[in-house]
């Protein structure tokens, strides 16, 4: 299964990735982890250690391995669709049965460049969502820049993460809309930074009835304790975890006929 996390920043999407990755790899679920926002987090999460997550480093910085697999020579020619099948398991580091990749952003000097790092990202991307056979859980930003045609549509389910508040509800809606034009057939929602029924309530009546909302993440001090000390939130004491299984509980339910 492949599942796609976004949301607004501060929302709580990474926190929710790292529950997950590490809730699944908990019931013996092959689990390969992408951290695919360039503001990346998702190491701390997961509960890798920070010498070990200074080891991982973006596949848009690997520039002598974009070249050598798309063939590129400086005459502006490459090819688009370079070998990476052996990538994932090459440059993957492994936490608590968690493989992590992280893929960074391509800066690229005009909007719609094609270069042989922005090549080899698509083609790993393809390779992670369309061929690979782990659960894949991957951290996207609000945008969701890195999917498009061909290997979105190989994402069961997109998670959008919201917080009580109309400019985290606005990205949500703005992200659903680019989902479904990028064929993603399943969306649904997580509530994160709830402090009560009133703002449960509040997101369901601006959800509305025609969205699902999978459940919800409170708002934790002992999760901004994690953060502080380097803790992965799964591995502390907290609300949070509980409610992060029943997440999980509700999406394998709902992909179960996928």
């Known amino acids: 299964m492949k599942i796609a996390i976004t949301g607004k920043g501060g929302v709580g999407k ?18 390969l982890a992408v951290d695919a926002d360039p503001d ?61 990749l992280k893929m960074g ?42 999917l498009g045609r061909g290997t979105a549509e190989a994402v069961d389910m997109l998670l959008v993460v919201v917080e009580p508040g109309q400019r985290s509800l606005q990205t949500a809606e703005q992200a659903e809309t680019l989902a479904r034009e990028l064929g993603i057939a399943r ?17 369901r009546q601006r959800l509305g009835p025609g969205r699902k909302l999978l459940g919800h993440l409170s708002w934790s001090e002992a999760l901004r304790a994690a953060d502080r000390q380097g803790l992965a939130p799964f591995d502390c004491q907290g609300p949070f975890v509980a409610q992060a299984a029943a997440i999980q509980s509700q999406l394998q339910q709902e992909l179960i006929h996928v």
Do not use: Y
């Not at 800066?107 to 690979?132: F, I, S, Y």
């Open 105 to 146: 952003s391509v800066e690229q000097a005009g909007g719609g460049c094609v270069c042989p790092e922005h090549t080899l990202l698509r083609a790993l991307m393809r390779q992670l969502l369309v061929k690979g056979d782990e659960w894949v859980v991957m951290d996207m930003e609000a945008g969701i820049e890195h």
């Open 187 to 203: 969306v649904a929602f997580v509530a994160g930074k709830v402090q009560g029924e009133e703002d449960l309530a509040f997101i």
């Open 40 to 100: 990346a987090n998702l190491a701390g999460a997961i509960g890798l250690p920070a010498e070990r997550a200074a080891e991982l480093v973006p596949f848009s910085q690997m520039k002598s391995l974009a070249k050598e697999r798309t063939g590129a020579n400086g005459s502006g020619l490459f090819k688009l669709n370079p070998s990476v099948a052996d990538l994932p398991e090459r440059f993957a580091l492994e936490h608590q049965g968690v493989k992590l």
């Open 14 to 31: 990474t926190t929710l990735a790292g529950l997950l990755a590490r809730g699944l790899a908990r019931q013996g679920i092959k689990v």
